[in-house]
């Protein structure tokens, strides 16, 4: 199984959260904050098959990093991930708004420009306006809403667009989320801890810990764990094998 969206450069040890989830087979997407991390970031991936890393520029760090715009050009052609981008709307990023927007739009245009990319994408308090910026892309097939906590209509709308969502034991925890992860299409769901900084119990998360999603995910469909394991599975494989290099390790 994979861990879609993890932040691993931001663990206290990155090496040993490495090794461990390397130990235990537990694959996972290693997600950048700014364009200037990707270096540090990429190398622990370097001789662990089962890590991944994505180049990103997180909306709330797009007023300060937004000049690393280039720097994310000169990164994108590494690796088939990207992430993590978007839009938050939340009242301590308004303030830049328009750098976010300018940001997510120069991303999603280079996105498109050419290979798939494979997208995790934050859209906290912002869903209806990522979803309108991802209708003016519709060359970006694969999106994967991270943690997505719009409306039920906003929900329906992303299905329709075709978005995948990571959802994690952080947002099963609470019953908003459980609900939209109720009315996912089960073949669109994927798993993610989005630690260190998603908590649970007041507990980092580590990349492991997706199992923790698991009983939650099949109790609301209704089949077993192993059965919803498999599923999640499938889900994954459908991701990745049709994205050129996905599977193979990017170079660093
Ligand atoms: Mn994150």
Known sequence: MIDFHCHLDLYQSPPAVADESQRRGVGLLSITTTPSAWSGTARLAEGRSAIRTAIGLHPQLAGQRKHELALFDRYLANTPFVGEVGLDGSPECRPFWGDQLEV?????QACSAGDEKVISIHSRRAAKDVLDQLDRYDRIKTPILHWFSGSRSQLERAVGRGCWFSVGPAMLAGAKG??????????KVL??????????????LNPWDITAALGPIAELWGVTVHEAQQRIEANERALLTPVPGALRRPAT
């Not at 997510?104 to 999603?108: C, G, K, R, Y």
């Not at 801890?193 to 908590?199: C, H, K, L, V």
């Open 191 to 204: 798993l993610e801890t989005d630690g260190p900084f998603a908590q649970v119990r007041r507990q980092g």
């Open 104 to 108: 997510f739009d120069h991303v999603l």
């Open 178 to 187: 459980r609900d939209l992860v109720a009315d996912m299409p089960n073949d």
